[in-house]
């Protein structure tokens, strides 16, 4: 993590070991909204966080929160040009936040595209309405593959059963290891599906905090604050099957996730343990993962997913590494992405003379 990622981090912590009940709450929702944004290695501005910290300590409302974050990026569209993955962070992080903070839930497919069209409405078009065309998505965990989505004449009868199946099911005299994997079946099931564009992990994982609040149970709020992309990556792990390579689907994952969050249990939630290439026999490949996975301890989360998309040998371009990062923002790539990982001698530039060259690509560095 950068000094800066684990400053927002410390700086919300703060309100929970303070242990006032009404600002630890929204500090943990905050902590919750903010962590989801890593589903798409978005990044909150500092602004968000100073206007966070006020909501916190009662000084302002979160409808307050919103209106000056809407505020905030009218003026700076009319200065200069937005950071967008900035924007859309804390657009939907206080979005989230406000969302969490209520009472009001109820369990059904309506509900669930409700909580979309509330996150992204003026972010995605289609908010909350379910996608029309069929999709596919390069997986850096599958190494390129993508899972099979529901097909699109197909979503609402599919979603439809998927919530009639939970509605029918007891979770009477389970234990809480037993429900948190049962959680962790359904969230799987209804990800699967893919009903809308875009947006659709960060509003299944509201969804699920809301519905199991509504249980009520106690949400442990750290693993979607600081693991979130992991629990991305295993959602698409229980959802792939490649027989021909010896790949089969596996909850796994998944299961040690929720365990965290409902159990409070430790396991080490790292991206590349999820990775179909990832092997623990010393081959070239576990050992790439190895360093990928040393250095994400020293950097941004997003110079390590930058790491993971990039082999030993490999040159490319900055257009080929925004596709395989799945960025379309190229100064958001630059801030975030590249420049750290230049300026930590991790990757380098193969035209050093020449960094502004047409012909310039960039290569992971040996170390």
Request: glycine residues 8%; hydrophobic residues 35%; charged residues 25%.
């Amino acid at each position: 993590m950068t000094g800066e990622a684990n400053l927002w981090q410390s700086e919300l912590e703060a309100y929970i070991r303070e242990g006032e009940p009404s600002r630890a709450e929204k500090a943990q929702a905050w902590q919750t909204a903010i962590g989801l944004q890593d589903v798409d290695g978005l990044r909150p501005s500092r602004y968000l966080i100073d206007t966070a910290r006020q909501h916190i300590e009662g000084k302002i409302t979160i409808d307050a929160v919103q209106t000056r974050v809407h505020e905030y990026y009218q003026q700076r569209g009319e200065r200069r040009e937005i950071e967008e993955g900035e924007e859309e962070a804390d657009i939907v992080s206080a979005r989230i936040a406000k969302i969490l903070g209520e009472k009001a839930f109820h369990f059904s497919p309506a509900e669930w595209c409700n909580i979309h069209a509330r996150l992204f409405e003026g972010v995605f078009e289609g908010a909350g309405k379910y996608r029309t065309y069929n999709i596919t998505k390069s997986e850096w965990v599958l190494g390129g593959s993508t899972v099979l989505y529901a097909s699109a004449d197909m979503i609402a009868q599919t979603v439809e059963y998927d919530f009639s199946q939970e509605r029918a099911f007891s979770y009477k005299g389970l234990s809480k290891k037993e429900i948190a994997h049962h959680v962790a079946k359904f969230a799987s099931g209804i990800w699967q599906i893919h009903p809308f564009c875009e947006g659709n992990t960060r509003s299944t994982a509201v969804f699920i905090i809301k519905y199991l609040g509504s249980m009520g149970f106690k949400v442990g709020n750290e693993p979607f604050e600081k693991s979130s992309w992991y629990f991305r990556n295993a959602l698409v792990r229980a959802n792939f099957d490649d027989y021909e390579r010896g790949i089969h689907a596996t909850r796994e994952y998944l299961d040690r996730f929720f365990e965290n969050v409902l159990l409070g249990e430790s396991h080490e939630l790292k991206n590349r343990f999820l990775h179909v290439g990832w092997l623990q026999d010393g081959s070239e490949e576990a050992e790439t993962a190895s360093v990928t996975d040393q250095v994400s301890d020293q950097v941004s989360d997003q110079v390590a997913r930058l790491l993971d998309v990039i082999d030993f040998g490999e040159e490319l371009s900055a257009v080929e590494l925004m596709g395989r990062l799945r960025l379309s923002h190229r100064p958001t790539f630059r801030k975030n992405y590249l420049n750290p990982a230049l300026q930590a001698g991790l990757i380098e530039m193969t035209i050093p003379g020449k960094p502004t060259s047409r012909f310039q690509n960039y290569r992971k560095v040996q170390r």
